[in-house]
């Protein structure tokens, strides 16, 4: 079982920045797949990003891609999101979640990811 807590969220002005954090209790952390997903008031949730076991692949979302870093620490058990140049669209609750098959890093879908954390809200005030 993996328990996923985020951190980090807040209330900052466009343009402004913030760095997400996801703590990890799991045995072997390098062993998932992590990504980043957000979830805006009345929309779907979708992805944002996401990382390979050893960091050495990262895919965004066109919508983020240039303004948000993702990177992992797997001696801390500690997924990041670096969000720069924060625009009020990026209003939303963010989640970190863990995939225990290449998949999830593939495809991106929700369903590919195995375990959940529980959301932190980033709000961009314009």
């Known amino acids: 079982q993996v328990q996923l807590v985020e951190s980090g969220g807040g209330l900052v002005q466009a343009g402004g920045s913030l760095r997400l954090s996801c703590a990890a209790s799991v045995g072997t952390f390098s062993y998932y797949t992590m990504g980043w997903f957000r979830q805006a008031p009345g929309k779907e949730r979708e992805v944002v990003a996401r990382?390979?076991?050893?960091?050495?692949?990262?895919i965004y979302a066109d919508s983020v891609k240039g303004r948000f870093t993702i990177s992992r620490d797997n001696a801390k058990n500690t997924l990041y999101l670096q969000m720069n140049s924060l625009k009020p669209e990026d209003t939303a609750s963010y989640y970190c979640?863990?995939?225990?098959?290449?998949?999830?890093?593939?495809?991106?879908?929700?369903?590919?990811?195995?375990?959940w954390g529980q959301g932190t809200q980033v709000t961009v005030s314009s």
């Open positions: 990382i390979s076991l050893n960091g050495g692949s990262t």
């Open positions: 979640a863990a995939a225990q098959t290449v998949r999830g890093l593939l495809t991106g879908r929700e369903r590919d990811f195995d375990f």
